[in-house]
Nanobody
Framework: QVQLVESGGGVVQAGDSLRLSCAASGRTSSNYATGWFRQAPGKEREFVATISWAGARTYYADSVKGRFIISRDTAKNTLSLQMNSLKPEDTGVYYC????????????????WGQGTQVTVSS
């Protein structure tokens, strides 16, 4: 089992930056890929970004590419998402995930989920 706890959400204005963090505990010795999904009000959960266990490979949704940066510190068992140039459409609950492979895009493929942190971007 892996437990994931997100932090860093908040209310910001369009164009601002925000950094999300995720702390992992439990079976963190396993080589899990990690990443972020988000869910906007009234919409389905969607892929945002993922990173391989060693951090060598990263993947981004087209909607955030060039604005968001995912990173991880395996020694500290932490995952981060630096979000720049935020837009109102980035509003939603952001979830930290852990699973088998960073190439997975469907939420059903990810084994472990955090409780989520709210990000609200006002125009």
């Amino acid at each position: 089992q892996v437990q994931l706890v997100e932090s860093g959400g908040g209310v910001v204005q369009a164009g601002d930056s925000l950094r999300l963090s995720c702390a992992a505990s439990g079976r963190t010795s396993s080589n899990y890929a990690t990443g972020w999904f988000r869910q906007a009000p009234g919409k389905e959960r969607e892929f945002v970004a993922t990173i391989s266990w060693a951090g060598a490979r990263t993947y981004y949704a087209d909607s955030v590419k060039g604005r968001f940066i995912i990173s991880r510190d395996t020694a500290k068992n932490t995952l981060s998402l630096q979000m720049n140039s935020l837009k109102p459409e980035d509003t939603g609950v952001y979830y930290c995930v852990a699973g088998r492979a960073a190439t997975m895009r469907s939420e059903d493929e990810w084994t472990y989920w955090g409780q989520g942190t709210q990000v609200t971007v006002s125009s």
